[in-house]
């Protein structure tokens, strides 16, 4: 989105293109059924495991509760609770699924996946993708561009700072 003016939307636009762009890593490899268990031991697929873990955590640690904490009750005082509220309902129901897979992840690149782990990173992956990349869609086409009409210069450079520091 070029039509951002504020540096806070913009930080957060770019942590959501960098979440975007894993999904879609995480949808094309878990795409083809196959009754094979991958490979962890290297390559794209060991990758995907370590940039899995930093991103989802930083998501939902640090990105998430932001939001969460500084920018929704603004949001729902100036502009509509109803939108924030609904953010905030899928931010409770991604939380959970994005915390089985790292810990899927975490064990995987410890010691291999065995079949039935295999199948529930599978499922946990496909809903997070699925759940996701819809809740970015909607803050990218709402929450952002509302944002960046509310908050002055001054909030936006504190909280921008605040939001650095806190992913
Ligand atoms: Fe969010
Ligand atoms: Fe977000």
Same mark, same amino acid.
């Given at each position: 989105?070029?039509?951002?003016?504020?540096?806070?939307?913009?930080? $957060?636009? =770019?942590?959501?293109?960098?979440?975007?762009? !894993?999904? %879609?890593?995480?949808?094309?490899?878990?795409?083809?059924?196959?009754?094979?268990?991958?490979?962890?031991?290297?390559?794209?697929?060991?990758?995907?495991?370590?940039? $899995?873990? *930093?991103?989802?955590?930083? @998501?939902?640690?640090?990105?998430?509760?932001?939001?969460?904490?500084?920018?929704?009750? /603004?949001?729902?005082?100036?502009?509509?609770?109803?939108?924030?509220?609904?953010?905030?309902?899928?931010? %409770?129901?991604?939380?959970?699924?994005?915390?089985? $897979? +790292?810990? !899927?992840?975490?064990?995987?690149? =410890?010691?291999?996946? +065995?079949?039935?782990?295999?199948?529930?990173?599978?499922?946990?992956?496909? @809903?997070?993708?699925? /759940?996701?990349?819809?809740?970015?869609?909607? %803050?990218?086409?709402?929450?952002?561009?509302? !944002?960046?009409?509310?908050?002055?210069?001054?909030?936006? /450079? %504190?909280?921008?700072?605040?939001? $650095?520091?806190? *992913?």
């Amino acid at each position: 989105m070029d039509d951002l003016e504020l540096e806070l939307c913009k930080s $957060l636009h =770019k942590d959501h293109m960098i979440t975007l762009q !894993l999904l %879609e890593r995480l949808e094309t490899t878990l795409g083809p059924k196959s009754s094979d268990l991958p490979d962890t031991t290297g390559g794209d697929f060991r990758n995907l495991l370590t940039d $899995l873990v *930093t991103v989802l955590e930083a @998501e939902v640690k640090g990105h998430f509760a932001f939001e969460e904490e500084h920018l929704f009750p /603004r949001f729902a005082d100036e502009i509509d609770p109803a939108i924030t509220e609904m953010l905030q309902g899928e931010h %409770e129901i991604i939380r959970p699924i994005a915390t089985q $897979l +790292t810990d !899927l992840a975490r064990a995987a690149l =410890k010691e291999g996946f +065995t079949p039935d782990n295999w199948d529930e990173f599978r499922n946990a992956g496909l @809903e997070l993708v699925e /759940r996701e990349v819809f809740h970015v869609q909607k %803050e990218e086409m709402g929450f952002l561009p509302g !944002l960046d009409e509310i908050l002055d210069e001054d909030e936006d /450079r %504190e909280l921008n700072m605040m939001y $650095l520091s806190a *992913t």
